[in-house]
């Protein structure tokens, strides 16, 4: 089949299909500078949102391995502040698999807009997991521990500030030294917004009053922290998928924990990664989306298909995630 048939008239961004080593397309599309209109291309660091909760969950998870930390480890011993009305009790696992009930300062079934969070607090302000404090650390806990799973934000800013803690490190630095540099992942980092290097996309919002775009910088933080903001490439999520499930990171048997369904709530999730149930296994995927930004990037793992969609305009790139699911599984072979 044609691949190009299914991509939606006018999608900004990148796409990415490989099956094991082999390429099966590969294409940039729009702009990554409107502007100036310099173009995206394959090279080119695209931001990812939420997605990065997968690289904190491996940092932990190497914590684990190490000895460093448990996952039974509650917050209330792992830091010497006043948790005010949060249990304290809440562990890592509960973080990991947003099992902890700590109020999310943006809770997603309530808020639809991400960028509402700046209207009282500027998102400037923002360069490091402790100054969303803040935003959560004075509010009731959503729910007991331990008691459901709600997909939930603050609960990986708090790991990314235990990875802090427990290495005397910032979380991206930590991320980059026991991540991204053994990985060859040289395009991937948080970046503040304000201080981008080369090749990074500005992410667009339309504006339907004045019939234009905007860009994102005053609709984000402007660091990226715990609950997302890493920006990267296509070619960098490969390679991360690829030491990741080569046991480079992780052990085989933290992998295949991580990779395992800890929900019981009719959502599949393991530490940090989203799965999608395939019979008697899952496949994993990550993803995220904020104002201007959207990425998936999934691994199915019987036909050895790596999936990465990215678009810096937040175009809809999980319904293309599941029509070039759909159309792999055929027997027609793809065309670039």
Same mark, same amino acid.
């Given at each position: 089949?044609?691949?190009?048939?299914?991509?939606?008239?006018?999608?900004?961004?990148?796409?990415?299909?490989?099956?094991?080593?082999?390429?099966?397309?590969?294409?940039?599309?729009?702009?990554?500078?409107?502007?100036?209109?310099?173009?995206?291309?394959?090279?080119?660091?695209?931001?990812?949102?939420?997605?990065?909760?997968?690289?904190?969950?491996?940092?932990?998870?190497?914590?684990?391995?190490?000895?460093?930390?448990?996952?039974?480890?509650?917050?209330?011993?792992?830091?010497?502040?006043?948790?005010?009305?949060?249990?304290?009790?809440?562990?890592?696992?509960?973080?990991?698999?947003?099992?902890?009930?700590?109020?999310?300062?943006?809770?997603?079934?309530?808020?639809?807009?991400?960028?509402?969070?700046?209207?009282?607090?500027?998102?400037?302000?923002?360069?490091?997991?402790?100054?969303?404090?803040?935003?959560?650390?004075?509010?009731?806990?959503?729910?007991?521990?331990?008691?459901?799973?709600?997909?939930?934000?603050?609960?990986?800013?708090?790991?990314?500030?235990?990875?802090?803690?427990?290495?005397?490190?910032?979380?991206?630095?930590?991320?980059?030294?026991?991540?991204?540099?053994?990985?060859?992942?040289?395009?991937?980092?948080?970046?503040?917004?304000?201080?981008?290097?080369?090749?990074?996309?500005?992410?667009?919002?339309?504006?339907?009053?004045?019939?234009?775009?905007?860009?994102?910088?005053?609709?984000?933080?402007?660091?990226?922290?715990g609950a997302g903001g890493a920006f990267t490439t296509i070619g960098d999520i490969r390679l991360f998928w690829e030491n990741l499930l080569s046991y480079k990171l992780l052990s085989p048997a933290m992998t295949e924990t991580m990779l395992s369904?800890?929900?019981?709530?009719?959502?599949?999730?393991? +530490? #940090?990664?989203?799965?999608?149930?395939?019979?008697? *296994?899952?496949?994993?995927?990550?993803? /995220?989306? !904020? &104002?201007?930004? =959207?990425?998936?990037?999934?691994?199915?793992?019987?036909?050895?298909?790596?999936?990465?969609?990215?678009?810096? +305009? #937040?175009?809809?790139?999980?319904?293309?995630?599941? *029509?070039?699911?759909?159309?792999?599984? /055929?027997? !027609? &072979?793809?065309? =670039?």
């Amino acid at each position: 089949m044609n691949i190009e048939r299914i991509i939606p008239t006018g999608f900004r961004g990148c796409i990415s299909i490989y099956k094991k080593e082999e390429r099966l397309f590969q294409r940039a599309y729009g702009y990554a500078d409107l502007s100036n209109k310099v173009l995206n291309d394959i090279e080119t660091r695209f931001a990812t949102a939420s997605a990065g909760k997968i690289f904190v969950a491996v940092g932990i998870l190497q914590l684990v391995e190490k000895g460093k930390l448990h996952l039974e480890n509650k917050i209330g011993t792992l830091f010497d502040f006043d948790w005010d009305q949060i249990d304290p009790g809440i562990t890592v696992e509960q973080l990991l698999t947003h099992t902890s009930g700590i109020p999310d300062y943006f809770d997603e079934s309530v808020m639809t807009e991400y960028e509402d969070l700046w209207y009282d607090f500027p998102n400037y302000r923002i360069r490091s997991n402790k100054d969303l404090l803040p935003l959560f650390i004075h509010k009731p806990m959503m729910y007991p521990k331990g008691t459901k799973f709600q997909y939930n934000n603050t609960g990986f800013v708090v790991l990314a500030m235990i990875l802090e803690q427990i290495t005397g490190m910032e979380f991206d630095q930590y991320l980059e030294k026991s991540i991204f540099v053994p990985c060859n992942m040289t395009h991937t980092g948080y970046y503040e917004l304000d201080r981008l290097p080369a090749k990074c996309a500005f992410n667009y919002i339309f504006d339907r009053e004045r019939n234009d775009y905007r860009t994102n910088i005053y609709s984000v933080d402007v660091k990226g922290t715990g609950a997302g903001g890493a920006f990267t490439t296509i070619g960098d999520i490969r390679l991360f998928w690829e030491n990741l499930l080569s046991y480079k990171l992780l052990s085989p048997a933290m992998t295949e924990t991580m990779l395992s369904n800890h929900s019981s709530e009719g959502h599949c999730y393991g +530490y #940090g990664v989203w799965l999608t149930e395939t019979g008697n *296994d899952y496949n994993p995927h990550f993803e /995220g989306c !904020d &104002p201007g930004v =959207s990425f998936i990037s999934s691994f199915d793992k019987e036909n050895q298909i790596l999936v990465t969609l990215v678009s810096n +305009y #937040g175009d809809n790139v999980w319904q293309l995630q599941r *029509d070039i699911a759909a159309s792999v599984k /055929g027997s !027609d &072979p793809i065309e =670039s």
